[in-house]
């Protein structure tokens, strides 16, 4: 069965601190893995996009890695900002077959970032 | 660009009344979807779209009905509304011929059935 599975549920961590979220999948076969930030009342926001040729990904303070052999990911956050304080969410696109272009969502990572 | 947008944001209903969700996209998209989330789970496909006239089911399809008369807009039905509806339900776009491409979000219309 093809599924995403995130870790942790939810995370608090203190402004200024690094974190890192986990993602595992079973998607197969596999076209892409993307981690979408969603604040809170509004859409999914992609903050980056991995092919299964690609190691790791940067955007600003987030980077995500991916390891295509053991199916897992991460996302990590650097000196973190109030402002990180939403869901991430770790999606998983379908490669080809019934699965081209479905799109696989985990629940998603709640981190909360205190002063 | 408005980029993806839906109306209403927030809605509520009554058992067995109907309703359309807009979503329109300003960025000749050719996909187009419908998701909803419901609180602590991942977001569910309800119907999409791979151009002008022609739509297909996702994972959760029953309840609702979509068209698709232009690439901008892609209406979602609900013709009896039941309380196992409510939910946040978000349209999204994305480009490319495959359904790889990178989707964009609207910001979802959170909808109530009592």
């Known amino acids: 069965k093809n599924q995403v599975e995130q870790s942790p549920q939810s995370l608090i961590i203190l402004e200024g601190k690094n974190c890192t979220l986990q993602?595992?999948?079973?998607?197969?076969?596999?076209?892409?893995l993307r981690w979408y930030k969603q604040d809170t009342g509004r859409g999914p926001v992609s903050l980056t996009i991995?092919?299964?040729?690609?190691n790791t990904k940067s955007n600003g303070r987030y980077t995500a890695t991916l390891d295509a052999d053991t199916k897992q990911s991460s996302l990590h956050i650097t000196a973190s900002q109030l402002s990180d304080s939403a869901s991430y969410i770790c999606?998983?696109?379908?490669?080809?077959?019934?699965?081209?272009?479905?799109?696989?969502f985990g629940r998603g990572t709640q981190l909360t970032v205190w002063p | 660009n408005a980029g993806v947008t839906q109306t209403p944001k927030f809605r509520i209903l009554k058992i067995g009344q109907s309703m359309t969700l807009q979503c329109t996209q300003d960025?000749?998209?050719?996909?187009m979807y419908w998701y909803r989330q419901d609180p602590g789970m991942g977001l569910k496909l309800i119907y999409y779209?791979?151009?002008?006239?022609?739509?297909d089911k996702g994972e959760v399809p029953n309840g609702y009905n979509v068209s698709r008369s232009t690439t901008e807009d892609f209406p979602l039905r609900l013709e009896l509304a039941a309380p196992s509806q409510t939910s946040v339900y978000f349209c999204?776009?994305?480009?490319?011929?495959?359904?790889?491409?990178?989707?964009?979000f609207g910001p979802g219309t959170r909808l109530t059935v009592l």
């Open positions: 991995m092919t299964f040729s690609e």
């Open positions: 993602c595992n999948y079973t998607v197969s076969p596999f076209s892409n």
């Open positions: 779209s791979v151009g002008a006239g022609i739509t």
């Open positions: 999204a776009s994305s480009y490319g011929t495959s359904g790889t491409g990178e989707q964009f």
């Open positions: 960025m000749n998209h050719n996909y």
């Open positions: 999606v998983v696109s379908g490669g080809r077959g019934s699965t081209l272009g479905r799109l696989y």
